[in-house]
């Protein structure tokens, strides 16, 4: 006979055709053996998918996988869930009282209580029914909640002008997000962002009204993801900076750079600064041309056109020289993509939460004599037992993507913190797993390059002030340890890179995303070196061939390793700038750029006939 929690895990590891809904009860209706009424069951799995980020951590942290045999980690999940969510402070599990995996989750219930209160209160959610609710994106029918937001193109508009347009002008501004889904009000409302600037929330449901309106087809109007702004809104760069968007297609973080660049600079003349777009798949990279022409940002950008960032140099590129801002949005796992789908969706991309090789132990509730009894009785496996797909095959391929990735991101962050005259980059996901995020994050802090060049994490984040959801301290401590730097530069170190970094969540009314920002000190030499940069311009640049060694012979490096790295040396001894030790002397990590001091700090001073050319004209 069959169990909710068996059938629930059944739908939700074999991937068909067809909507969720509509397998559920279409199974119903030709079944006898269900017990489950198809609406409990539809809810069952929409509510723990909706929470599962949170469930699988108290799972992953009880270690309760390691100890009951019975349990795999999507039943774990399910069951969970009733236990934990269902009815706050209840036990509502549905099944018998003395049915095994009943037992197999009560036996544990005060340890799997008090890693959710753990997990609970790191989110920053006070109480249980706080988190329900927070949560509460997804319609019944399983279509998002999350708002349509949209961003004013202060190239080309305003927020007042975009709103005074028709038929908005005819909308109403609302206090709160949830105004926008109350049925009442026709969705002819509007909500104004309080973090960032020129922002704008409607409901998903004006989606096709927008995408016809002759605004958006201008460029004026730009559907973004609030998350997806935090990026270029974070990294701020100030008039007339040089800044690299590393990995740039489609353009909306690049427009939206060179649309705070405008308005820094106060008007649409001289000193908005420029932006140098990489982007190295040649089809995006057309989609990168088309959107930033289509936003009026094609004189502030210079695109690379299928051009990876990882071979760039400084060194030989007049315009990287100078740069002291630079965004890399890296690919990542998109883990936190949820805004603009239905929760429908995460059926199909449901995958379970990996289990350890060594399983953790949970601490023992044995008598100090004697065997404890036996409580676990053996049951006769059940058809949907047998039957259930396999989840280990789909764990490991989820471990091995998030390992490649990670090693990715990392390299890539690695050669952004070389750059000479940086002093503020932003490095974000769309992922909510840590080994993406905080891990990475940490590990490129822990690097030669970055204990050597002073690097350190921002942590006012002044323009985030009301943003109170950071990076996960405990995170930060699991990868120094792991990378042999525990309690590194003081107990308060985790903390501070932690403050550093900005997560948020279905929630917040935004996706799942990350955003970490770093900073470093400048000297007064340097400062005076980017202040005296050329006003380059692009026939200038063409006379420009790079550099192909030094008057004494020393040769540039001009394309970094790409070797992964997956482990960083220890330095205990103490740093003068940034945040902890000095960097051993001759390594600065496996994507350092090699060069002079001359190319590094004044790349329009070298004795050479073309650089005397270019620096004449100045």
């Known amino acids: 006979m069959s169990n909710i929690y068996f059938e629930a895990s059944t739908l939700l590891l074999t991937h068909k055709a067809g909507s969720l809904k509509s397998r559920i009860y279409s199974t119903a209706n030709a079944s006898t053996n269900s017990r489950a009424s198809p609406a409990r069951l539809y809810a069952l799995i929409m509510e723990t998918l909706r929470h599962k980020d949170i469930l699988n951590e108290v799972i992953r942290k009880s270690g309760i996988l390691g100890i009951e045999k019975k349990l795999n980690p999507t039943l774990a999940l399910l069951l969970l869930h009733d236990f934990l969510l269902l009815k706050p402070g209840k036990d509502s599990i549905s099944l018998a009282v003395t049915h095994p995996l009943r037992a197999a989750i009560l036996r544990h219930k005060a340890r799997l209580s008090s890693e959710f209160t753990r997990a609970r209160l790191r989110k920053g959610y006070a109480t249980t029914e706080a988190l329900i609710e927070a949560f509460k994106t997804i319609d019944s029918d399983g279509s998002s909640r999350i708002p349509r937001w949209v961003r004013a193109n202060r190239l080309k508009t305003t927020l007042s002008g975009l709103l005074s347009a028709s038929p908005f002008d005819t909308f109403t501004a609302v206090d709160t997000i949830e105004e926008l889904f109350d049925s009442k009000l026709n969705g002819k409302v509007y909500y104004i962002d309080k973090h960032i600037p020129d922002l704008v929330a409607f409901p998903p449901s004006i989606t096709p009204l927008l995408t016809k309106h002759h605004l958006y087809a201008s460029g004026s109007l730009i559907l973004q993801d609030k998350a997806s702004c935090f990026p270029a809104y974070i990294l701020n760069p100030p008039p007339g900076a040089h800044v690299v968007d ?303 060694g030094d008057d004494d012979g020393t040769q540039v490096q001009t394309e970094p390793t790409k070797k992964p790295i997956k482990n960083v040396p220890s330095n205990k001894k103490k740093g003068k700038g940034g945040q902890g030790p000095t960097a051993q002397s001759g390594s600065t990590g496996s994507s350092t750029l090699t060069s002079t001091p001359r190319t590094a700090a004044n790349p329009h001073g070298q004795q050479n006939a073309k650089k005397k050319k270019l620096k004449s004209k100045h």
């Open 246 to 548: 590393a990995c740039a297609a489609p353009g909306n973080k690049t427009t939206h750079l060179a649309a705070i660049m405008a308005a820094n600079a106060g008007c649409k003349g001289h000193g908005k600064g420029k932006i140098t777009a990489f982007e190295r798949d040649p089809r995006r990279s057309e989609i990168l041309e088309k959107m930033t022409q289509k936003a009026g940002a094609d004189e502030i950008v210079r695109i690379k056109k299928a051009t990876d960032f990882m071979k760039s140099n400084p060194a030989s590129d007049p315009h990287l020289g100078f740069v002291t801002h630079l965004l890399l949005d890296p690919s990542c796992s998109g883990s936190g993509i949820t805004s603009r789908e239905q929760l429908e969706d995460r059926v199909t991309a449901y995958t379970p939460l990996p289990v350890a090789a060594k399983p953790t132990q949970l601490p023992s509730n044995k008598r100090k004599r004697g065997k404890a009894p036996e409580v676990e009785a053996k049951i006769v496996p059940t058809v949907e037992e047998d039957e259930a797909p396999a989840e280990e095959d789909d764990a490991a391929v989820l471990s091995a993507r998030l390992t490649t990735l990670s090693s990715f991101q990392l390299v890539l962050l690695l050669h952004a913190l070389s750059y000479p005259h940086a002093r503020r980059i932003t490095y974000s996901t769309c992922s909510i797993h840590a080994q993406e995020n905080e891990h990475v994050v940490t590990a490129a802090l822990l690097s030669p390059v970055a204990r050597k060049r002073g690097w350190k994490m921002d942590t006012k984040l002044d323009m985030m002030g009301g943003w109170g959801r950071r990076g996960i301290v405990e995170e930060v401590r699991i990868k120094a340890e792991e990378l042999g730097s525990p309690g590194h530069g003081g107990e308060d170190w985790a903390e501070d890179v932690a403050k550093g970094c900005v997560r948020c969540d279905e929630g917040d009314n935004a996706g799942g995303f990350f955003v970490a920002c770093f900073i470093r000190d400048v000297g007064e030499d340097e400062e005076a070196a980017v202040l005296e940069k050329p006003c380059l311009k692009d026939e200038e640049e063409e006379e420009w061939n790079g550099i192909a």
